[in-house]
């Protein structure tokens, strides 16, 4: 029985004569005296484990001809298309380039919003890994949404706005509420409090607001059987933007006992940016329909999912 370390050296060796010797597998099985099936085998698990990427290069022009034609699709300011995703760490790679587009869009901005979910919480782990600063601007960056019991890091926006305020200089502010309240009485009472209005007289000026597009329904569920009953079943909910739902033609629908602490849609709206980024499990229509919604100016897309959305058009 082969150890660990033998068996990737045989997924490297079979890799190497397939894809830089140019070897069929049936001359592979012959060399190593195994069957065909198990070196296509191999080869599966060579790109499984990561070692083994598949890139396709598409020409800059190509990326730039899908990009226009999104914008003038939906009438939004700029699409930033991804065109190398690699087979592994697909986020990670998506969540490194938003930070290179997003870092020019900073230029000037004095106020920052912050949402939440696990492309955001990608970009703010690289952010932290990176030993100096992306900028050092002056102003404050804030969360667009209160915080969530969820054990993972993208549905605490408070600690992604602190690492966002050290690596751009941005002095964070925080909102100490939970997302979703349980009754119109409590939100009611939350709204009054100067923290609230703190953070909401920053909404109200935002010059740049960096949100996730998600897919519905996903994981985590946000208590929507609680917050909405069967709206969003009813309704075709295909994605959301924080915590607001819609339908693929973008309209938001409304829960009946949807008591969140989130940015009012008016203020998001009229945001000077809002960059709308999807990770790679982010589906069309969740797409199609945050374009739709008039929430987002900017969009970061791969070219797979943007070639889905024309395809469609």
């Known amino acids: ?14 890799a190497k004569k397939y894809y830089l010797d140019n070897m069929t597998q049936n001359e592979i099985a012959k060399d ?22 598949i890139n396709i290069n598409y020409p800059h022009s190509y990326s730039n001809d899908l990009a226009e034609e999104l914008k ?4 939004i300011d700029d699409v930033y298309i991804i065109s190398q995703t690699p087979t592994v760490n697909t986020d990670n790679y998506i969540a490194e380039k938003a930070i290179e587009y997003i870092t020019k869009e900073l230029e000037d901005v004095k106020f ?12 703010t782990d690289n952010l932290e890994k990176k030993e100096k600063n992306i900028k050092n601007l002056k102003g404050k960056v804030v969360p667009l949404i209160g915080n969530t019991n969820i054990p993972f890091k993208g549905y605490h926006p408070n600690e992604l706005v602190r690492i966002i305020g050290e690596k751009t200089g941005l002095t964070p502010s925080y909102l100490f509420s939970p997302a979703f309240l349980t009754s119109y009485q409590e939100k009611e009472i939350f709204l009054s409090v100067e923290n609230y209005k703190e953070i909401s007289s920053v909404w109200d000026k935002l010059d740049l607001a960096i949100v996730g597009i998600n897919s519905h329904p996903s994981v985590p569920d946000l208590a ?44 998001l709206k009229k945001t000077k940016k809002v960059i709308g980024i999807a990770s790679s499990k982010v589906n069309k229509n969740a797409i199609i329909g945050a374009l739709n919604s008039r929430i987002i100016t900017h969009l970061i897309i791969t070219s797979d999912v943007a070639k889905e959305i024309l395809n469609e058009k």
């Open 72 to 75: 003038r699709l939906f009438n």
């Open 112 to 123: 920052l919003g912050i949402g939440w979910g696990n492309i955001i919480s990608e970009i």
């Open 1 to 14: 029985m082969i150890n660990d370390d033998e068996k990737i050296h045989r997924l490297i060796e079979v």
């Open 32 to 53: 190593f005296s195994i069957s065909r099936p198990l070196v296509s085998k191999l080869l599966s698990d060579a790109i499984k484990m990561g070692i083994v990427t």
């Open 224 to 267: 929507t059987a609680l917050r909405f009953g069967d709206a969003l079943s009813k309704k075709r909910a295909v994605g959301k933007i924080l915590s607001y739902y819609f339908d693929k033609k973008g309209k938001v629908i409304q829960g009946e006992n949807d008591f969140s602490v989130e940015i009012p849609l008016h203020l």
